[in-house]
Antibody, heavy 117, light 110 residues
Framework: QVQLQESGPGLVKPSETLSLTCTVS????????WSWIRQPAGKGLEWIGR???????NYNPSLKSRVTMSVDTSKNQFSLKLSSVTAADTAVYYC???????????WGQGTLVTVSS | QSALTQPASVSGSPGQSITISCTGT?????????VSWYQQHPGKAPKLMIY???NRPSGVSNRFSGSKSGNTASLTISGLQAEDEADYYC??????????FGGGTKLTVL
């Protein structure tokens, strides 16, 4: 059974860079897309972007200028960096596996990231 | 890109059927059969309920079904049960090679 676990700081200061890592267990990270999704408290889901194990990426146009994703197949991990954060970036961040036909079948439990000084 | 349009809330009594709509454009819902639906209970991660418009993953009840007509996809839940009370989100692949979610629908089982 594939399992995903997000990790990273729960508190980030405004204007700094949010950094999260997702560790995949129970299966290989290879040959799949891997996505990040976020959800502000009481609001809906927002897709941040995806990365293939080759390193190819696609990002949400509204976040594209601030987002960088990377993958480390040797560690079965992929990562998210979101720069110049503001309070509006406070949310639960999820990582998920994305099938070729774009459905998200395995999700991490989510991690709350708060942007505050 | 704007979120796909879903009703904010729907409700039904146990045993009844409800349908949640998800409206997009020809650049997303209408252009691809890559529509998925997710169920989210409070404090939990979303769970995949429907993929490729109308397919159910293993383990998902056959009370859940999906369909699409033009730019609108729909999720139908038949034989409503108390445990179905949750938020539901649709998603669609887009012509920009991105994924777009709906705004979410809160289902209340009366």
């Amino acid at each position: 059974q594939v399992q995903l676990q997000e990790s990273g700081p729960g508190l980030v200061k405004p204007s700094e860079t949010l950094s999260l890592t997702c560790t995949v267990s129970g299966g290989s990270i290879s040959s799949y897309y891997w996505s990040w999704i976020r959800q502000p408290a009481g609001k809906g889901l927002e897709w941040i972007g995806r990365i293939y194990t080759s390193g190819s990426t696609n990002y949400n146009p509204s976040l594209k200028s601030r987002v960088t994703m990377s993958v480390d197949t040797s560690k079965n991990q992929f990562s998210l960096k979101l720069s110049s954060v503001t309070a509006a970036d406070t949310a639960v961040y999820y990582c998920a596996r994305m099938a070729t036909r774009q459905w998200l079948d395995y999700w991490g439990q989510g991690t709350l990231v708060t942007v505050s000084s | 890109q704007s979120a796909l349009t879903q009703p904010a809330s729907v409700s039904g009594s146990p045993g009844q059927s409800i349908t949640i709509s998800c409206t997009g454009t020809s650049s997303d819902v209408g252009g691809y059969n890559y529509v998925s639906w997710y169920q989210q209970h409070p404090g939990k991660a979303p769970k995949l309920m429907i993929y490729d418009v109308s397919n159910r993953p293993s383990g998902v009840s056959n009370r859940f079904s999906g369909s699409k007509s033009g730019n609108t996809a729909s999720l139908t839940i038949s034989g409503l049960q108390a445990e179905d009370e949750a938020d539901y989100y649709c998603s669609s692949y887009t012509s920009s090679s991105t994924l777009l979610f709906g705004g979410g629908t809160k289902l209340t089982v009366l």
